[in-house]
């Protein structure tokens, strides 16, 4: 009698425990939810605070005397008045990037709704002549500098969609990411890529051209093995996924898998869930050959009749190289194979000449269009 009582008293001590630890994980989860919702509306609010006022500057200006002298004076005046009332954060050079927020998202717009006076004490409303904003001041500090409405576009999709911080923004940024992307695809993608950020439909949509791996920290000019290359992706891997792009997923390293008793091994495998199939890669430091594409195609092979599953896709090969020959690869492989080959660089591309060549290539585009 004495055990059964003991038992209730223990099963009521563990029921007690249980209910608020329940009760305190819901609490919890909502507050986290109103806090994310409260810091996102805050940073929502700020953005089309600065667009609005951007408007209300450059009005002002339109109305006066359109001399930069004019322009200064004005904006050094409302930093003052406005550091008075509201403390710190309207800099004159804060009120010049609000200027230029709004000269550049307004250009957007076929007409930018007009308020009146009366209204000029509230923040106006977002309407349907607004842009819609859903990133940070900050994101939009880096965007706004970059020229090319298309390339802006891009990254302002691309950094909504995959949730990019500050850093990470700059760095695709710096790396040139929708130039290397709209290199390597035909006129009709590129411009959706403007429209609609990196779509991955297709298993030529993951390929870049070349793979920026500056953030390994190897030396271009220092003598490195495979064996290293590979150890340097590892442990950078969250960067690497980055490059890689949209839905990769980390599986594997040195996969081996036996084949009339040999052993073969995959540098890397990882699994795309957009596309819902695997991707093997195998890291080359040298010159590409026949015979490194003869492999992969045999990994490939391997991995389509032994392990993807019947709902997945065909697996993809992606032999990530310090040097190739377009011409070596496709008379190697079979028009329809699943293999694909890129070069790496350890250092960030000459964004100007990436530039040049995208403008290029469009105009031979429409010249034979």
């Known amino acids: 009698m004495a055990k059964e009582v003991k038992q209730n008293s223990e099963s009521g001590v563990k029921s007690q425990d249980k209910t608020p630890a329940t009760l305190f994980d819901k609490v919890a989860a909502l507050i986290e939810q109103a806090r994310t919702k409260i810091a996102t509306a805050v940073n929502t609010a700020e953005v089309y605070t600065k667009f609005y006022i951007g408007q209300y500057i450059v009005e002002e200006e339109q109305e006066g005397n359109k001399r930069a002298a004019y322009g200064k004076a004005l904006l050094q005046d409302l930093s003052m008045r406005?550091?008075?009332?509201?403390?710190?954060?309207?800099?004159?050079?804060?009120?010049?990037a609000v200027r230029q927020f709004y000269l550049t998202y307004s250009n957007m717009l076929d007409s930018v709704e007009q308020f009146s006076d009366a209204d000029s004490a509230n923040v106006p409303p977002a309407t349907a002549s607004t842009p819609h904003f859903s990133l940070s001041w900050s994101h939009y500090l880096v965007l706004m500098r970059i020229k090319d409405p298309n390339a802006r576009s891009f990254y302002e999709i691309e950094c909504a969609q995959q949730h990019w911080s500050i850093r990470q923004l700059q760095r695709q940024y710096n790396s040139s990411l929708y130039e290397r992307l709209a290199l390597s695809?035909?006129?009709?993608?590129?411009?959706?890529?403007?429209k609609e950020g990196q779509i991955m439909e297709k298993p030529s949509d993951v390929i870049k051209n070349p793979l920026t791996l500056e953030f390994l920290g190897l030396k271009p000019d220092e003598s490195y093995t495979e064996t290293k290359l590979e150890n340097a992706i590892i442990s950078k891997?969250?960067?690497?996924?980055?490059?890689?792009?949209?839905?990769?997923?980390?599986?594997?390293r040195q996969k081996r898998f036996t084949f009339e008793e040999e052993f073969f091994y995959v540098d890397l495998v990882l699994y795309n869930r957009l596309l819902q199939c695997y991707c093997l890669i195998d890291l080359k430091i040298d010159k590409l050959t026949h015979q490194d594409l003869g492999q992969m195609q045999m990994y490939v092979n391997y991995f389509d009749?032994?392990?993807?599953?019947?709902?997945?896709?065909?697996?993809?090969?992606?032999?990530?190289c310090r040097e190739k020959k377009d011409a070596l690869v496709e008379l190697t492989l079979p028009r329809d194979a699943n293999i694909y080959a890129t070069e790496y660089s350890l250092y960030l591309p000459d964004k100007q000449l990436l530039q040049a060549k995208l403008n290029e290539w469009i105009a031979e585009f429409e010249e034979n269009g």
């Open 185 to 194: 695809r035909n006129k009709d993608e590129v411009m959706r890529l403007a």
């Open 82 to 96: 406005l550091t008075e009332r509201f403390g710190e954060g309207w800099s004159y050079q804060t009120l010049r």
């Open 305 to 320: 009749r032994h392990v993807k599953q019947d709902f997945e896709k065909p697996t993809i090969g992606i032999l990530i």
């Open 237 to 252: 891997m969250k960067d690497f996924l980055l490059e890689m792009g949209k839905g990769f997923l980390f599986e594997a």
